[in-house]
């Protein structure tokens, strides 16, 4: 689809149940939906799907955001990886590999615009380069958790606002049982709420790259 200046997008807002993103771009006017295996948690079923995504992407779309599971894949799980020094979990390894798969069928969509989200990477898995590193104090935030972008036909988010003090997100301790240690108080700990967007950054995902210049660029 060829989207003319100043038209509403389509836009498929992949492995999102919290529809952070989605109701950001809805908001806005566009035709936006999620996509979960799980329900969704924003208040809109009649903007989400849930099933896999796989098929969905076969479709016609304007834009995808995608949100794919970083579990495995994610540098802060690469202790498991290696369990006992130098010797690899084949177990998990072949997770990451598919879940690294599961990353691919989005960078290789042929989707005009598209925009992947993920964490820092295990080297091992040799992800390709990322566009940008943002960081929720960039987007009004009190916190620092680093995360990459994959773009192609959007431009890099500008920062909307930064935070000077600052603390971190998902800080060292969490796993221990005093959580009131080590910086761990009152951050996420568990992995649900550690993986929803923050809403600084869906807003400026929204509003940065849905403008008509964009658009216009990109379908040209």
């Known amino acids: 689809m060829q989207v003319s200046k100043g038209e509403y997008v389509k836009i498929l807002v992949a492995c999102e149940e919290s529809q952070a993103v989605t109701k950001e771009l809805r908001a806005l006017g566009h035709e936006a939906y999620s996509c979960d295996t799980e329900p969704c948690s ?14 969905i992407l076969k479709q016609e779309w304007d834009m995808i955001i995608a949100f794919p599971p970083c579990t495995y894949l994610s540098n802060a799980g690469a202790c498991r990886l290696y369990p006992k020094k130098g010797i690899l979990n084949e177990d998990r390894y072949k997770k990451g590999l598919e879940a690294k798969e599961f990353f691919m069928m989005f960078y290789n969509s042929k989707c005009l615009m598209v925009a992947i989200e993920n964490p820092v990477s295990s080297t091992i898995f040799k992800i390709p380069k990322h566009s940008q590193e943002i960081q929720p104090y960039q987007f009004g935030h009190p916190y620092t958790k680093k995360t990459r972008l994959w773009l192609k036909g959007l431009p890099q988010l500008i920062p909307t606002e930064i935070i000077e003090e600052r603390q971190p997100f998902i800080p060292a301790g969490t796993g221990r049982k005093d959580k009131t240690k080590y910086g761990a108080k009152n951050c996420a700990h568990e992995s649900k709420p550690r993986s929803k967007t923050f809403p600084g950054i869906a807003k400026a995902m929204a509003e940065q790259w849905t403008t008509p210049q964009v658009t216009k660029e990109a379908t040209k």
């Open 42 to 55: 924003g208040g809109h079923p009649e903007w989400h799907l849930q099933q896999d995504v796989a098929p």
